[in-house]
């Protein structure tokens, strides 16, 4: 643009082809005013009311992204406490369901063996638990991603 204008409008320069700098402001005032005289100024300078009502429009979005982030959060810890609960009441009824299950298997072994099949049995149940946690975990952070996503989208296609 400074070049076109060098070029275009004798926007003026040192002997050097440097533009001077000294000499320059005065010429874009001078610019300025011949446009403003014509009625070509390009540049609209909001009024004080227009500004006024763009800084609430953005605080508003702020205060309202932070809302978001708020009940985003009470969200997640609903989500989890749901989580923990369906780990829990998974977790309860495998190990209520240990002596039916194992009784048949314990019968005639030793007390070697028995401590090893239930330290095995136990083991798949905390694994079972721990790969139920990740997957409720995942799915809350697929859910809150959807959310936020979703949430993101509305705020770009809201009118600015």
Not at 23 to 30: F, G, I, M, S, T
Not at 80 to 106: H, I, M, Y
């Amino acid at each position: 643009m400074v070049g076109k204008w060098a070029k275009d409008h004798g926007l003026p320069r040192k002997s050097d082809g440097r533009f001077d700098l000294a000499a320059v402001v005065p010429w874009v005032k001078e610019k300025g005013a011949r446009e403003a005289e014509r009625g070509i100024v390009k540049v609209k300078l909001e009024d004080k009311e227009e500004l006024q009502a763009r800084k609430l429009k953005a605080h508003a979005m702020r205060a309202e992204v932070a809302l978001g982030e708020e009940l985003e959060l009470l969200r997640r810890a609903d989500e989890v406490d749901k989580q923990v609960a369906r780990a829990v009441v998974q977790f309860r009824q495998q190990l209520e369901g240990l002596p039916a299950t194992l009784s048949g298997k314990l019968a005639q072994k030793s007390t070697a063996e028995v401590s090893r099949e239930l330290e095995r049995t136990v083991q798949q149940i905390m694994e079972d638990l721990r790969r139920a946690m990740q997957e409720e975990d995942a799915e809350v952070r697929r859910l809150i991603k959807a959310d936020a996503e979703q949430r993101l989208a509305e705020l770009e296609a809201s009118p600015a």
